[in-house]
């Protein structure tokens, strides 16, 4: 296992991550999935002691991360969104001097890096479009041989064509087996395309840790007339009623037993999408 | 440290440092508390903080494979880079002073040791009250700069103010204060005697000491308090 989580518990007066735990395994994608402010980016920040969190344990490659951390940090490669630091600098001064920071900097890579994502070393920050600044931080975080990478939010601000490619590449670092990725985003449909794991957070909890097919296997998406929906409300996750009447999600072991709906498989936006609707169906579907 | 240091220099040295550094020259202003122009680095020190607040520094230097405790240091050692700096360029100005003029300053501080000795001094106040008070949040700059100004003023009164009165009163025949008039006489002039010479040197040597001593125990402190911050 690359990445253990605990426990994690953080507290602030309007929030608390409460008991975070999941494991990232070598050679594969974890995405991390929840809206905006279900406490993903904290989650990250507290795993790599940015933010100092309240309890809980984390390990990376067997190691106590917080105890190692300098030499754990060698070894990870972290994306927080676009990249926004000394926006007067050039490319190749931030690039010069992160590089000094990484015994096993790769400036061949880097420089590949560079032309494949059409970034020029001579520009600034500030020059930069914001798709670009996202590419120039997965640059940055690409270039050291991390064993795990821990993107947060690293697609958005992308066009459809530049996420496709770096889906790609996402997919061709972790084919060895070594490399890992924890992968931190609300465009659910970019992780249809390249996870093997989902971990859902909602509130400051975890909902479920498991492979992405399990994770769309467990649930169904149905709809039916609307005669059918006092019937089934109660076992509907969360609903959508429209003039032909209502399309929702159900839990499969639910969902097969239910006559008169039809079933289709779940998406995982669907799924996150009518699970976040969960506690206030009744006032969506009027 | 050394990447370290090399991202302060490259990334975090605010370009106004350098202009700041060139107001040692205030050095030779005829009748000045030369004493403003370390008030003026402490200034651009400030602008260094507030600027690399701005570039989101901390949480830069946070994701890179340092301890907080690395990072604080490296900028406290940037810091005390500079104060050198400035110290050497002042010993400059006062040697040429020293040779081109008389050294005499009715405004203040005489050029000599004990100029360089309150400079130190006042560095020491300036990194006790600054650099800790900064790093309790990682972000209050400008907070924190006020405090240390505050500081670094009640000093440059004192100091350049007993040296003005200390004139005063030795010109005085009908006042008999020992300490005015040795100050007056060793510790406020060109050192042309011995036991000038020797004040000032233990004035000068006294003054490192608070300054290492002091430096050192702002760094601690700025270490201790920064590694209680979430960085955002």
């Known amino acids: 296992m690359i990445l253990e989580v605990r426990n994690l518990k953080k507290r602030y007066p309007t929030f608390l991550l409460d008991d975070v735990s999941f494991d990232v395994e ?17 989650t990250i920040k507290a795993i790599l002691n940015l933010i100092h969190a309240d309890g809980g344990q984390v390990r990376f490659d067997g190691r106590d991360l917080w105890a190692n951390e300098t030499a754990c940090k060698k070894k990870i490669g972290l994306v927080l969104g676009e990249f926004s630091y000394y926006r007067r600098k050039k490319l190749k001064t931030i690039a010069d001097v992160t590089k000094r920071f990484y015994a096993d900097w790769d400036e061949e890579l880097y420089q590949s890096l560079l032309t494949r994502f059409a970034l020029d070393p001579e520009k600034k920050v500030n020059e930069l479009s914001q798709g670009m600044r996202v590419k120039l931080a997965l640059a940055l975080a690409l270039s050291h041989h991390a ?26 670092i972790i084919e060895d ?19 093997d794991y989902i971990t859902y957070i909602k509130n400051g ?14 649930y169904r998406l149905v709809s039916g007339e609307a005669d059918r929906l006092d019937r089934f409300r109660d076992r509907l996750i969360g609903y959508r009623a429209h003039a032909f009447g209502f399309t929702g999600l159900m839990r499969a072991e639910n969902a097969d037993a239910a006559e008169g709906l039809k079933v289709a498989p779940a998406d995982m936006e669907s799924i996150m999408i009518y699970t976040e609707k969960e506690d206030g169906h009744e006032r969506a579907a009027e | 440290m050394n ?26 202003i005829p009748s000045y508390p030369y004493l403003v122009a370390c008030f003026f680095l402490c200034n651009a020190i400030f602008f260094i903080f507030q600027s690399s607040r701005e570039n989101g520094d901390s949480l830069y230097t946070a994701m890179l494979p340092v301890s907080k405790a690395q990072a604080v240091k490296a900028r406290c050692l940037l810091v005390v880079i500079l104060q050198i700096i400035e110290l050497l360029l002042m010993a400059g100005m006062c040697a040429f002073s020293l040779v081109a003029m008389d050294g005499a300053n009715a405004g203040g501080t005489d050029h000599g040791l004990s100029l360089l000795a309150f400079a130190l001094i006042l560095f020491a ?3 006790l009250i600054f650099l800790p008070s900064f790093y309790r949040t990682g972000y209050k700059a400008g907070a924190a700069f006020l405090k240390g100004a505050i500081g670094v003023w009640l000093w440059i009164v004192l100091s350049e103010g007993t040296m003005i009165a200390s004139h005063a009163i030795a010109q005085n025949q009908s ?18 005697t011995g036991e000038a010479w020797t004040a000032q040197a233990i004035l000068f040597g ?9 430096t050192l125990v702002s760094v601690r402190l700025s270490v201790k308090r920064f590694e209680r911050v979430d960085v955002q």
């Open chain 2, 3 to 28: 990447a370290l240091l090399n991202k302060e220099l490259r990334l975090c040295l605010h370009p106004t440092v350098f202009i700041y550094l060139a107001l040692v020259l205030m050095l030779l």
């Open chain 1, 147 to 172: 064993k795990l990478l821990i993107l947060d939010e690293p697609t958005s601000g992308l066009d459809p064509v530049s996420r496709d490619e770096l889906l790609e590449l996402f997919r061709a």
């Open chain 1, 177 to 195: 087996g070594e490399h890992s990725i924890l992968f931190s985003t609300h465009i659910i449909s970019d992780l249809e395309k390249c996870a």
């Open chain 1, 205 to 218: 909890s975890v909902l479920c840790s498991t492979d992405a097919d399990s994770f769309k296997d467990a």
């Open chain 2, 206 to 214: 006294a003054a490192l000491l608070i300054y290492a001593v002091g």
């Open chain 2, 175 to 192: 006042l008999d204060l020992p300490f005015f008039r040795f100050v007056a006489d060793n510790i406020d002039c060109f050192p042309a």
């Open chain 1, 26 to 42: 070598e050679g594969c994608i974890m995405g991390f999935i929840g809206r905006n402010g279900a406490g993903k980016t904290t």
């Open chain 2, 125 to 127: 106040i300036f990194n």
